[in-house]
Nanobody, 123 residues
């Protein structure tokens, strides 16, 4: 499956953005999906994950209550709604697909990755 993340941009602290991850080649309905981010000089970090039927979601504590992950299997798209953005959310954001039925937060467990989209939050 090929993944393409989009929706990033430059915003101010407190603003919102919605990232989209469009899949092609295969339907994403067979995968758990995750959003990761990587800031300069830092390791890639798990941000949010969602299982195949959207019955389970998982977030890193720093985004809990501000970010919402969702998916539309019919459209083959996964979203990350980001509200109340902070400067520390600045990073390149990636979407990824995991063949597991559970939500995992280690990058090495994800099989397919999309090209990232830059999110920059100014104070």
């Amino acid at each position: 499956v090929q993944l393409q993340a989009s929706g990033g941009g430059v915003v101010q602290s407190g603003d919102s953005l919605r990232l989209s991850c469009a899949a092609s080649g295969r339907t994403v309905s067979g995968y758990s999906m995750g959003w990761f981010r990587q800031a300069p000089g830092k390791e890639r970090e798990f941000v949010a994950g969602i299982n195949r039927d959207e019955s389970l979601k998982k977030y890193v504590p720093s985004v809990e209550g501000r970010f919402t992950i969702s998916r539309d299997n019919a459209k083959n798209v996964v979203y990350l709604q980001m509200d109340s953005l902070r400067p520390e959310d600045t990073a390149v954001y990636y979407c990824a697909a995991d063949t597991s039925s559970i939500i995992r937060d280690l990058p090495r467990t994800y099989t397919f990755w999309g090209r990232g989209t830059q999110v920059t939050v100014s104070s």
